[in-house]
């Protein structure tokens, strides 16, 4: 029987591919019916979303149920990319962009260390039920990324009144991979020593991330779905896990 943790994650799953779908459905339709029903070739107010900033939700996908049950809080994630809007000739309300940029997650555990400094071939994750442990404990992980994306704009004359899809694809490398654990407590919970431990480690991670984008909304504001492709984690290290992030981006300059 699933958990209400794994009933989470099968829902995000399954909104990150219905977003896919909205947005290729919606893409699709719109070039079948884009007649020349207007003369977009003189069309210059194209805003061309240069900057895009986004929050999301974010949750690891396929981890152990030992794991999973674990995490608390809310997981989440910051997203900023500075892209290069190349409108189509003929056709602007179809552009392709490209840029650079960078990308956040950070998770949150009850009682469970995660030995990032471990020599093991293994990653250790520990159940602290009966152990010292910090009563905030957190994994973060960042990226530099390339992200490439196929847009649509259904009004560029007026593009932060007009509804807008992407479709794409992102490539980063890690920067940076951390646990941070603050105020030590014993296994009743009582605090043993207020101060913070962070380790960082990058040894047990795949150091590419490859991840499959869509977005659809509003004028200079849409939903947005990243879901990573490859593993999250190095073969044999632990359970093959992948970052899946839903949220807000906020775009328009």
């Not at 674990?70 to 190349?86: E, H, Q, S, T, W």
């Not at 190095?234 to 949220?247: F, I, N, P, T, Y």
Request: no cysteine; aromatic share 12%.
């Amino acid at each position: 029987m699933l958990t209400q943790g794994a009933s989470t994650f099968a829902n995000q799953d399954q909104f990150m591919k219905k977003l896919l779908l909205v947005v290729i459905a919606f893409i699709t339709v719109s070039v079948a019916s884009a007649q020349k029903k207007k003369d977009w070739t003189k069309v210059t107010g194209r805003a061309g979303d240069h900057i895009m900033m986004q929050l999301s939700y974010d949750m690891m996908m396929g981890v152990a149920d030992s794991v999973k049950d674990r995490m608390k809080g809310i997981p989440r994630g910051f997203n900023a990319y500075v892209m290069l809007d190349k409108v189509f000739k003929g056709s602007p309300r179809f552009s392709v962009a490209f840029g650079v940029g960078f990308s956040s997650s950070s998770f949150y555990f009850k009682k469970l260390g995660i030995d990032l400094k471990s020599t093991n071939t293994t990653l250790p994750f520990i159940n602290q039920d009966s152990l010292n442990h910090f009563k905030k404990n957190k994994l973060a992980i960042s990226y530099l990324e390339i992200p490439i994306e196929l847009r649509f704009s259904s009004d560029p004359e007026n593009d932060t009144k007009s509804i807008k899809a992407a479709i794409g694809f992102k490539i980063g490398t890690m920067l940076n991979a951390h646990t941070k654990g603050k105020t030590l407590q014993d296994k009743n919970d009582k605090t043993i020593y207020n101060y913070t431990q962070k380790e960082t480690s990058r040894r047990y991670f795949n150091s590419t991330r490859m991840a499959a984008t869509a977005r659809i909304g509003y004028g200079n504001f849409s939903i947005f779905g990243s879901y990573q492709i490859n593993n999250l984690f190095k073969d044999g290290v632990a359970k093959d896990s992948k970052v899946l992030q839903v949220g807000l981006t906020l775009s328009g300059l």
